[in-house]
């Protein structure tokens, strides 16, 4: 058994995105701070309705995945295809733009907390140009396993174990064999579980300060994992919450330009032509 330390930290800076909506971006805050497939992180949290509720009107994606989960508030989703679904306190949307999708993300509230994350998964070349997909996620089917010392961790995507527990998430069968956790653990808690040695892998503190090994991980950080095969954090004197991300690399070329992300500079060129000609969608 390999225990997993920590490798570099990365502190979020902060930013804005969409019509002006402030967040906190860690990975992904330039291009060269990215964790194969993962390619960016937001945290977004506010009790200012000024701080988001512009939201994020119309824009397109190409080529990877959108995950958005939400702990406190409401988001409409909706694209040109007339899709529309609301994400609520506790939810989680599964978007896998493929050949492309123009939506937007617009808050559903005048005044309140709206606290949530988005990641960006990258795809592998083969998928980049399949159709467009949702999985959206209600808070009651995300499965949550209660923890001996009064912890608590939400699956939403992969398969863990943990003391003869099996938890299976809705989104599985992905070819980057993602894992998504939300983790909560009480003053004093240790959380382990086993992740495959074949993934990245991740850790985001988003309450308290984490220790990963002999390392403390600050509130807003990404802590990035080196190899091995299990993962152990602890809760010091205060209760955290953190994510635990993990994936299969792809190790393939990445070339971004904004919303877009492709393989090769020449495919970055079709993305945006596509878009100004109205065929990002419908172009096979």
């Not at 995105?17 to 906190?24: F, I, N, T």
């Not at 679904?85 to 123009?102: F, H, V, Y």
């Not at 020449?266 to 000609?277: K, L, T």
């Amino acid at each position: 058994m390999a225990i997993r330390v920590l490798k570099q930290v990365v502190t979020s800076i902060a930013t804005s995105d969409g019509a002006g909506v402030k967040l906190l971006r860690s990975l992904g805050k330039s291009q060269e701070i990215r964790l194969d497939p993962f390619l960016m992180l937001d945290e977004f949290s506010s009790m200012n309705a000024d701080d988001y509720i512009a939201g994020f009107p119309d824009h397109p994606h190409r080529g990877f995945e959108t995950v958005t989960y939400m702990l406190d508030g409401n988001m409409l989703h909706q694209d040109h295809l007339g899709n529309k679904g609301l994400l609520t306190s506790g939810a989680a949307q599964w978007m896998t733009a493929g050949r492309g999708i123009i939506h937007s993300e617009m808050p559903q509230q005048e005044s309140g907390r709206l606290r949530g994350f988005q990641l960006w998964i990258n795809l592998p070349a083969k998928e980049k140009m399949k159709p467009a997909t949702y999985q959206d996620i209600p808070p009651e089917q995300i499965p949550t396993l209660n923890l001996a010392n009064g912890g608590r961790v939400k699956v939403i995507a992969g398969t863990i174990q943990i003391d003869n527990h099996t938890v299976v998430a809705p989104i599985q069968g992905l070819s980057t064999e993602p894992l998504f956790l939300d983790v909560q653990l009480r003053a004093g808690e240790r959380f382990a579980l086993p992740i495959p040695e074949s993934h990245n892998a991740f850790i985001y503190a988003y309450e308290g300060s984490v220790k990963i090994g002999e390392d403390s991980l600050a509130t807003h950080t990404v802590g990035i994992l080196c190899e091995g095969d299990m993962i152990e954090i602890y809760a010091d004197k205060t209760d955290v919450a953190f994510l635990v991300l993990a994936a299969r690399p792809l190790n393939e070329p990445i070339v971004q330009y904004g919303p877009f992300v492709m393989n090769t500079r020449e495919e970055i060129e079709q993305a945006i032509a596509d878009y100004r000609n109205g065929e990002l969608v419908s172009k096979p």
